[in-house]
């Protein structure tokens, strides 16, 4: 029992530490990025260029400007962040399982720069004009720099990490946690949840908005399919259970 009571107090110990270090980090990025705060402001307007937006309350800029900072810090400090979280895990797994971790590392990242420009390019033009737009024939918009920042930063943020499914679908796959003959047996739900999730990621009502990330979303299972039979653990797993005959 003592042992064990020890064992728990060093892995809270060691997760403090790693927290620790992860917001001292989250900090300085963003601290460094307070110093390109007119910058980032201006690449995000960037979509939206020629509107005019407006704040209402005497912190409301002060405020937002701390959430850009605050929100660019967090990207630029994810790799650090990410290599905080992988040695917290590592430690319980084998030295084969830890080489796949250090291999998937770059690509997570890599995804989602991915889908953070995916975002940026492909989906905020389109989704921001049309909310601005609709119904300007009734009533002259005034758009709250808040609430257009708040959008952008939560559609880059979640796209990014949308974008990590082929990346997890691998890492899981080459553990034996998943199969690819279990994510084909899931596919029609997944295409129903791929739907759902553009309808809550994306602020539109309007079907073309949501398919603009559905669509991906659905290529990217696919992908995720064929890297897990790629990449798949030899001997069968736990979710192949769930596809023998005669199971529920």
Known sequence: MTEKRITILSHLLELRNRLLRSVIAVAITSSFSFIFADNIFKFLILPVEGTKFVFIDMTEMLGIYMKVCITAGIMLAMPYLLYQLLMFVTPALTPKEKRGVYFILPMIIIMFLAGVAFSYYVLIPPAANFLITFGNEIAVPQIRITSYISLVTRLLIATGIVFELPVISTF???????????????????????????????????????????????????????????????????AEALVTPGTT
């Open 172 to 238: 899981l796959a080459r553990l034996g946690i998943i199969t690819p003959e279990w994510l084909s047996h899931k596919r029609k739900v997944a295409f129903i949840g791929a739907f759902v999730l553009g309808a809550i990621i994306t602020p539109t009502f309007d079907p073309v908005n949501q398919t603009l990330i559905a669509a991906p979303l659905i290529v990217l299972y696919e992908i995720s399919i064929l890297l897990a039979k790629v990449f798949r653990k030899k001997q069968p797993c736990v």
